[in-house]
């Protein structure tokens, strides 16, 4: 009987070798994802370093071109900003990373004009590329790879909304003495947007007592909106006669000469913000550009009350005002609110504090000079939106 002789193993050293062969295939394949992961990692970071100083830049240049309504400024102004920021390490240099176009911004289709009729956009780039400056980003372990750098380009647009401003002025009996500093401030308001208007800016204002509905014809809203940059003298004109309501009727029948004014008992004696933001939203609304800013101003000597007439509710008519702060917000109005509290009421501080909406604030004074300021300040602090 024969046996089969047995058979040869495979020696120890061939099954090193494979192992050794299938190790280095592996750490191969390994030291090629790690370095694909860092640079992958490493070129996000730099894109969000590039991005945040094109942000910057394209912001600060908007800022400015809305306060100066020079382009050479905001050019300069986006220089500035945009060599202060670093990608890499590296200072951006504005002569070769850096890219500024004004033109047009249309909000309704979302696109960039360079050649636009109105220049309300600023469109900046911050790139590191072999092109140009010869500024591509170095990758750190790609190069093993063959791969030595990668070009980085970002952009960022910011626009200039058109402006939807309606003014809610209290002329009520209690605004009697220091309704000329109101007026001012009125004016303040009107000539800060005149100064940096853009075609589309609107403004209209509102006067208010206990309503706004004048049972003797006089109209509200007391100007509707108009242009700024087309209408400027002629609402001017009207708002420098700016008075407290007029008490020319029964059963008053005193002739102050406010005849042009609401009727101090339009809508019922006493104190209505409510009324006046109500007549304001419907304005803005039915009169008003879709795509524009629309804001609400609110200026108040006092807060919600009632006088001679046992129906009306002063709790009533603060609801009724917080209800139309709520409207305002649920259609994109942002109410600012003016609180002018020289005998100081905490519960008028409230009231009106609670009014504002949106990017809308509340300011208070118990200084009548101040207000022109305050309402010049509103005018100018008119947000910029960074829209691509």
């Known amino acids: 009987m024969t046996t089969d002789p047995p058979k040869e193993q495979p020696s120890l050293r061939w099954k090193w070798g494979s192992y050794l062969v299938i190790l280095a295939l592996a750490l191969t394949t390994l030291l090629a994802f790690t370095a694909l ?47 202060m920021n670093r990608v890499t390490g590296d200072l951006v240099d504005p002569a070769h990373d850096f890219e500024i176009t004004f033109g047009g911004w249309d909000f ?67 605004f009697a003495p220091d309704i000329a500093l109101a007026r001012e401030a009125d004016l303040a308001i009107l000539d800060a947007l005149n100064e940096a208007t853009f075609p589309g800016d609107q403004v209209a204002m509102i006067c208010f007592t206990g309503g706004t509905t004048d049972d003797e014809g006089f109209p509200s809203p007391w100007t509707p909106l108009q242009y700024v940059a087309e209408d400027y003298a002629a609402i001017r004109a009207v708002w420098d006669t700016l008075d407290w309501c007029d008490k020319d009727m029964p059963p008053d029948t005193t002739n102050g000469d406010r005849d042009h004014m609401l009727n101090c008992r339009a809508g019922g004696d006493g104190t209505n913000q409510g009324a006046g933001m109500d007549d304001a939203i419907e304005l803005l609304l039915a009169d008003g550009d879709p795509e524009a800013l629309k804001v609400i101003v609110v200026i108040s000597d006092g807060k919600y009350q009632c006088y001679n007439d046992p129906t009306c509710s002063p ?17 994109d109005i942002s109410v600012y609110t003016v609180s002018l509290n020289k005998s100081y009421s905490a519960e008028q501080t409230q009231f009106l504090a609670n009014l504002a909406r949106g990017y809308g604030r509340f300011y208070e004074t118990d200084e009548p000079e101040e207000l022109p300021e305050i309402l010049a300040e509103i005018a100018r602090n008119v947000p910029v939106a960074l829209v691509k």
């Open 108 to 174: 309704a289709t979302r696109t960039f004009d360079p050649f636009g009729e109105v220049t309300n956009a600023v469109r900046v780039k911050v790139s590191r590329t072999s092109a140009g400056g010869d500024r591509p980003v170095p990758l750190l372990m790609a190069p093993i790879l063959g791969f030595e750098s990668v070009d980085v380009v970002t952009e960022s647009i910011a626009a200039l909304r058109y402006r939807n401003l309606a003014v809610v002025q209290d002329v009520t009996g209690s």
């Open 315 to 331: 709790l009533s008519r603060r609801d009724y005002a917080y209800d139309m702060a709520d409207r305002a917000a649920a259609n």
């Open 37 to 83: 992961s860092v640079d992958v990692a490493y070129t996000r970071m730099v894109v969000h370093q590039a991005q945040n100083a094109a942000d910057a830049a394209a912001h600060g240049a908007i800022v400015a071109l809305r306060t100066s309504g020079d382009v050479s400024t905001a050019h300069a102004v986006a220089r500035e900003i945009v060599s």
